[in-house]
């Protein structure tokens, strides 16, 4: 039976097979590999990674999905978990975990903080997202791509954009193009903030009012005076200044 595709799960199915093939080689699954894809959909990448692999753990919301996988799929080759990829405890599954999709570009970066916080079990992340969220991403400071976004996942992740994917990949077509990004958990000893909250609070308050100079978005964490000792102007903007000064200033702030 044909599945229609449910705009408020944000479903757009991948059907080219030339774009299926060059993202399971990207991904270059292994037979013993721990892997979880989210949002399965129709099975498009679940069915080549599955040849690869002993057996694959799937994250899927929506029920007439999940029946199919479970129908063309044997239950000790692809395990299905019923749920919100948003809510889902990836902690379950293990250690050296290395997770796949195409995520819903409507909740794609609720589920990449979500991600996030798993990172210490995680060997790598594969996604595809609309590509103007990717180079969000991968932004370097000074752009304006440059943001909040970037500055979170580049503290926690090394990440490469790897290729672009038109819309007509996809039934139904989106209106915009998507992109193939890589993750890779940094190693603790590299991230560098003695507080990872306090780190996370000055982000969120540099970026609050991007336009702002950081003498007043961050008045309420950090003094204009110490700003200036750790050699960042207070007259700068939050998209002009790298990670590490970032991190910086969180320390100073918990020093």
């Known amino acids: 039976m044909k599945h ?5 799960f944000g479903q757009n199915f991948l059907v080219s097979a030339d774009v299926i093939a060059n993202i399971v080689d990207a991904i270059h699954p292994q037979r013993g590999d721990l892997m979880v894809e989210i949002g399965p959909g129709l099975a498009a990448l679940t069915a080549p990674l599955l040849a690869r692999l002993d057996c694959l753990h799937v994250v899927e919301i929506d029920r007439d999905l999940i029946a199919r996988l479970r129908n063309n799929f044997p239950s000790e080759r692809l395990i299905v978990h019923e749920g919100d990829a948003l809510k889902f405890d990836f902690a379950l599954l293990g250690t050296r975990l290395r997770i796949v999709g ?8 609720p589920i990449l903080f979500h991600l996030a916080d798993y990172a210490t079990q995680v060997r790598d992340m594969h996604f595809m997202l609309q590509r103007e969220v990717v180079d969000r991403m991968v932004a370097a400071p000074g752009g304006a791509e440059y943001g909040r976004l970037s500055v979170m996942l580049q503290y926690r992740f090394d990440m490469e954009r790897l290729f672009l ?3 007509d990949a996809f039934n139904p077509a989106p209106k915009v193009e998507s992109a193939i990004v890589r993750m890779l ?9 003695r507080d990872a909250a306090v ?7 540099a970026f609050s009012q991007r336009r702002k100079m ?5 008045r309420e964490v950090i003094a204009e005076a110490a700003l200036t000792e750790l050699g960042i102007a207070p007259t700068q903007r939050a998209e002009e200044i790298s990670v590490e000064d970032y991190v910086r200033i969180a320390n100073c702030c918990t020093a």
């Open 185 to 193: 958990p940094r190693p603790l000893s590299a991230l560098g903030a």
């Open 214 to 218: 950081l003498r007043n978005t961050l």
């Open 199 to 205: 780190f996370y609070q000055v982000v969120a308050a």
């Open 102 to 109: 195409n995520l819903p570009y409507n909740i794609s970066t």
């Open 4 to 8: 229609i595709p449910r705009k408020r």
């Open 165 to 167: 994917v038109p819309p």
